[in-house]
């Protein structure tokens, strides 16, 4: 066999293992941005799936915390990282909420982000310290109405869960009440059990351990129907809020161009994760709703939730985020 023909044999052969090598996807690590501190549900959920996700894939997926800002400058580090799937964003309601939040976004929360699955939706519920006076939702309108803007509610920060079903509540209850932003979930809960704040419609996977350990009060849960984490406690609509349903939700999108085949690896993967005993239990035991839905399905979603904090800002004067 003559030079020419090795050296067209070895190109061959190198264009070839370079293309399989282009198309093994996951080849390192991947990192999923969440734009929060931690202790919130965002945090909880993408920690629960995080050791499943890597095992799934064979690399390791590293839960990289993004708090501040409204969560947007986590958002745009994703919206800007490279299509290549090893930059993938875990989101939240903010980010259909943050279109009416935020004056000018530097991003297009429709054109720069790919979906990939919708993970679940978390019911909130409305948790007061232990030696809080009152003991019902309707006990706590009647003091919000005879005090206007007096009391108060923690919320993660403007465009979070926990401030964008209070402020649904406030305008269905028609009650006024002062919202104190702090920069993540965890240090919501911090101050909610030392009494320095009144109230928080606090995520279920956050408030759960500490309903059951005795360190704060449930009042009512934000969904329709009751949690199987808390049975017991009513829903707003049962103890006095007739029709009110608000769950927040959590999201996997990458940047927009990430390719198909690299997408829906990536969603296969979390399915997988989701539908897992030691994961998909842990997360229903905490009070999530897990899904697990297609990229389009979440598209679709996104769109609804856009339009119904769209709805919810043309309503109400919603606080903007700096």
Request: no cysteine; glycine share 10%; aromatic share 6%.
């Amino acid at each position: 066999m003559g030079l020419r023909a090795i050296v067209a044999i070895v190109a061959t052969s190198l264009t070839i293992a370079g293309a399989a090598s282009g198309q093994a996807f996951p080849n390192k690590p991947i990192r999923l941005i969440v734009p929060y501190g931690p202790g919130g549900v965002s945090d909880i959920t993408a920690r629960t799936l995080g050791p499943k996700l890597s095992e799934i894939l064979g690399q390791s997926v590293v839960i990289d915390n993004r708090p501040g800002g409204a969560s947007v400058p986590g958002t745009d580090l994703v919206a800007k990282a490279a299509p290549d799937g090893y930059t993938i964003l875990l989101s939240t309601t903010s980010m259909a909420a943050n279109n009416y939040l935020i004056k000018k976004l530097p991003y297009d929360v429709e054109k720069d982000f790919a979906p990939i699955t919708l993970v679940g939706t978390v019911p909130t519920v409305l948790v007061v310290p232990m030696d809080y006076p009152a003991t019902t939702l309707k006990e706590i309108i009647a003091q919000a109405k005879a005090k206007p803007g007096q009391l108060n509610y923690g919320s993660a920060g403007n465009g979070s869960g926990n401030h964008l079903t209070t402020e649904s509540f406030k305008h269905a209850a028609g009650v006024d009440i002062q919202h104190i932003p702090y920069k993540g979930g965890g240090a919501v809960m911090t101050d909610l059990i030392a009494g320095r704040i009144n109230m928080v419609f606090a995520v279920m996977p956050t408030a759960h351990p500490f309903i059951t350990g005795g360190k704060m009060k449930a009042i009512a849960v934000s969904s329709a129907k009751r949690s199987r984490a808390l049975p017991d406690v009513p829903t707003v609509a049962e103890a006095g809020v007739p029709g009110f349903d608000v769950n927040e939700w959590i999201g996997i999108f990458a940047p927009a161009g990430t390719p198909p085949a690299v997408v829906n690896t990536l969603r296969d993967a979390f399915v997988k994760a989701l539908q897992s005993p030691d994961v998909g239990e842990r997360l229903k035991s905490l009070g999530e709703e897990t899904v697990g839905s297609t990229p389009a399905e979440l598209s679709a979603y996104l769109k609804q939730e856009i339009a119904r904090w769209g709805r919810l800002s043309a309503a109400t004067k919603l606080e903007m985020a700096e």
